[in-house]
């Protein structure tokens, strides 16, 4: 068997000859920086085709040698990573994400970049409210999108929907009868509710179901309640928890507020303000929950925290987890680890929702 470095090396080498220019996502970061004219695109095809044809396989190997001295001490995790997850598909993703990761959008082009993506990208755009004026929140443009003529009937402020409602990012298929999503029913913690449109998405998924948003960040929080006011019948089964969730209850938090990119830390910074957290164990038990089903979490790096404090009610539900773990490579890694030790009931699956390095999540199936 070919172990996770031999792949990584192997997949590193044959992206010694690529250069992408279109290989990034505008709405996400803005206008593309490189700007390319006709000369210089000639003069790249023919740059590729000379490194295919005359560039060694020993210059190759050891160009991906070099840029894996960038992640070296997190390789002996990231195998165990590599040989934890269940499926084929999932380790191969592994290898691209990482190869992502090291080499940017210049040199690899992740899977999701394909002319579908672009494709429902340009419908999704059709379904904002035309006559409708843009909220903003912390520097990002909040449209309003009318999702009734994809069969949800569903309004709602966000800064696109394609993630949410399209890739389906909190929804993996494991075979053709099998997949880890919210179902009828099912009680369901939103660890990062932001704007609310996964709030809305797993409201709409349970049925008579309940969800218990966590956000505690002030401006998101005006753009959630909003949201809650255009789906009033959706807005019964959610109730909003204003708290952070950490490892333990009632730690001071320093609270950053940057839209969706917000954060709850430990350390003091310059900030906006800070919140007393809460764990899901306390939640959970304060609030007399008789079951939980399902955990999604993105929460800008206090995943880890969060499910340390989740401990027990983990053990006694088993719920489905849909955690994110793209922050930074210690979550790639520190996470997977973490509920492969604790949990040993996990299955453990990787899905990737974008065209960069963001909205990788880590979906736990109990056995």
């Not at 003091?268 to 999604?296: A, E, G, M």
Request: one cysteine or more; aromatic letters at 14%.
């Amino acid at each position: 068997m070919i172990l996770f470095k031999e792949k990584l090396i192997e997949e590193i080498s044959k992206s010694y000859c690529n250069y992408y220019t279109n290989n990034y996502d505008e709405l996400r970061f803005g206008p593309n920086p490189e700007t390319v004219n006709y000369i210089t695109k000639i003069f790249n095809f023919f740059k590729k085709i000379f490194y295919t044809l005359f560039v060694s396989s020993n210059k190759k190997k050891k160009y991906a040698l070099n840029v894996l001295t960038n992640i070296s001490a997190y390789l002996n995790k990231l195998e165990q990573l590599y040989l934890s997850l269940d499926d084929v598909w999932s380790k191969e993703l592994l290898i691209q994400i990482i190869t992502f990761r090291l080499l940017g959008h210049k040199k690899y082009k992740l899977p999701l970049n394909n002319s579908s993506f672009w494709k429902t990208r340009k419908f999704c755009r059709t379904l904002i409210v035309k006559k409708s004026k843009p909220k903003k929140c912390q520097g990002w443009l909040l449209n309003l999108f009318n999702l009734k003529s994809i069969g949800l009937n569903i309004r709602l402020y966000c800064i696109d929907i394609q993630s949410i409602f399209f890739t389906k990012q909190y929804e993996y298929i494991i075979s053709e009868n099998k997949k880890i999503a919210a179902k009828k029913n099912d009680v369901v913690l939103d660890a990062g509710g932001c704007f609310g449109d996964t709030t809305l998405y797993f409201a709409n998924l349970v049925g008579k179901g309940k969800i218990y948003t966590f956000e505690p960040i002030s401006n998101n929080l005006k753009i959630l309640k909003f949201n809650m006011k255009l789906n009033p019948l959706l807005a019964k089964k959610i109730k909003i928890v204003k708290k952070p969730l950490w490892s333990i209850s009632d730690k001071k938090l320093t609270l950053i507020d940057r839209g969706p990119g917000s954060k709850s830390l430990v350390k003091t910074q310059n900030s906006n303000y800070s919140k007393l957290s809460i764990s899901i164990d306390d939640f959970v038990k304060n609030n007399r929950i008789s079951k939980v089903d399902f955990i999604k979490m993105d929460i800008e790096g206090a995943e880890l925290p969060a499910l340390k404090g989740g401990k027990n009610t983990i053990k006694k539900f088993r719920p489905k987890l849909a955690i994110s773990i793209y922050h930074s490579l210690d979550d790639f890694v520190d996470i997977p680890l973490y509920i492969k030790k604790n949990f040993p009931f996990y299955k453990l699956y990787l899905k990737h929702n974008s065209i960069h390095n963001e909205e990788t999540i880590l979906f736990a199936q109990p056995i």
